[in-house]
């Protein structure tokens, strides 16, 4: 078996003996509608909104308008998006006042180049860019209260619009069922506070809080309530590729559209699992990969197609480091995996600590699973430091992962952890 796993902006190439495969777990190809470009999918789906209402509609009457945009973690095409929603926009009213605000969520702020990377240098010269900022409580502003009994706070130039729209992807998230729709403003926008009240260690205790699952997910359930509380009006949301290419669109209501991307969505990435005794997944690479925080998500995968005791080796890049200060330090400090879980589950909802939720799932992991990094040098001691191995090269992690559960065991690949529900 050969296969390819992305790599910050390339890919490692793996090749293993067929008779030591037991599951190569990818989705299959998403079809791209009518053989319809990527602009004419996005153009398609805002023509005919759930919900009935066009945006250029929406814009009559009001005097301004925030869009909450994708920050530099996230792969969404924004250039195929963002240019038809000023369009419309300007069309309905071609005095509205627009701000792009930028959902960098709990991530640090969006650099100047970035942004010229994402959107392009003629709408980063030219329209109003505000980036969130989660952590300055000056610029957010609490405007109620959700189902979990946490504020909602949130960015002020989300508040203090007429029209509250977003963009948007949906992929499988490995805490609130899919990315998308209300995500843009819980945690999109949202406070520190509001952030780690939905992001409590009750809440990512949940069965429910799990990669594909939206019934039951409290977490899910707060973001929803943050979305219609903010007066969240429009959405375009989109289904990427694996080359990151927009294949559907969905726009309109941001629940109806919401809702109906996660439904066209589950009906091509859900895989069953294969049980193995060396699971191999990667992050999807650049931007997905750029640091150990976000490439939690993947070893979720891993996880759910391990068994007990099972070696998760994860392939990423990792080019901007751990990605959370307080992540590094939480499994870098502890005893062991165990007695971080023990701390974690007894800290009460009001008192999450940053990046608890990040390294309450890795300790989660950790406590069944080794795990080896194949990544940069650079990260060696960090990995290290974090209770994992690091692995110089693929080969290298397979070598130490046979070492752990004997030349008999058997494989399991999932190229992107990041593109399946596995079941």
């Not at 509001?194 to 260690?201: A, D, F, K, L, P």
């Not at 290290?384 to 058997?410: H, P, V």
């Amino acid at each position: 078996m050969k296969c390819s796993i992305p790599y910050g902006s390339s890919a490692l190439e793996l090749e293993l003996p067929d008779e030591k495969v037991v599951g190569l777990l990818v989705p299959p190809a998403e079809p791209v509608e009518g053989g319809l470009s990527e602009d004419e999918i996005v153009l398609a789906a805002m023509a005919e909104p759930y919900g009935g209402k066009r945006l250029a509609e929406m814009a009559v009457g009001k005097k301004t308008c925030t869009i909450i945009i994708s920050d530099h973690t996230r792969p969404v095409p924004s250039k195929h998006i963002i240019p038809f929603m000023l369009e419309e926009l300007r069309l309905g009213n071609p005095d509205i006042e627009i701000t792009l605000l930028v959902a960098t969520g709990f991530h640090r702020l969006t650099t100047t180049d970035e942004l010229r990377s994402k959107l392009g240098d003629k709408i980063v010269d030219e329209e109003r860019i505000a980036i969130h900022d989660a952590f300055n409580p000056d610029s957010n502003v609490k405007i109620g209260v959700l189902p979990s009994g946490a504020d909602l706070v949130i960015d002020r130039v989300a508040v203090e619009t007429d029209l509250l729209v977003s963009e948007g992807f949906i992929e499988p998230h490995f805490f609130a069922g899919f990315s998308g729709g209300r995500k843009s403003v819980l945690p999109g926008v949202c406070d520190a506070v509001t952030v780690m009240g939905n992001h409590c260690s009750k809440f990512i205790a949940s069965p429910n809080a799990r990669t594909g699952v939206l019934e039951g997910n409290p977490l899910h359930k707060d973001m929803v309530d943050a979305a219609r509380q903010a007066k969240l009006s429009y959405i375009v949301n989109v289904i990427i590729d694996e080359e990151k290419r927009v294949v559907k669109a969905f726009a309109g209501n941001p629940f109806l559209a919401h809702a109906a991307g996660t439904e066209a969505l589950s009906k091509t990435c859900r895989v069953n699992a294969a049980p193995a005794d060396i699971v191999i997944t990667g992050n999807g690479g650049a931007p997905l990969d750029q640091n150990m925080y976000q490439c939690v998500k993947s070893m979720t995968a891993a996880e759910a197609s391990a068994v007990e005791g099972g070696v998760i080796i994860e392939c990423a890049e990792c080019a901007d480091g751990t990605g959370g200060e307080g992540f590094y330090r939480a499994l870098k400090d502890c005893e062991s995996a165990s007695s971080l879980m023990e701390e974690i589950l007894q800290i009460p909802q009001n008192e999450t600590k940053p990046d608890q939720w990040e390294y309450q799932i890795q300790a989660r992991i950790l406590m069944h699973h080794p795990v080896i990094y194949v990544s940069s040098p650079e990260m060696k001691q960090t990995i290290e430091e974090m209770k994992m191995m690091y692995a110089a090269s693929l080969d290298e992690a397979i070598e130490k992962a046979l070492e752990i559960r004997g030349q008999d065991a058997k494989f399991t690949v999932i190229p992107n952890g990041i593109a399946v529900v596995v079941q």
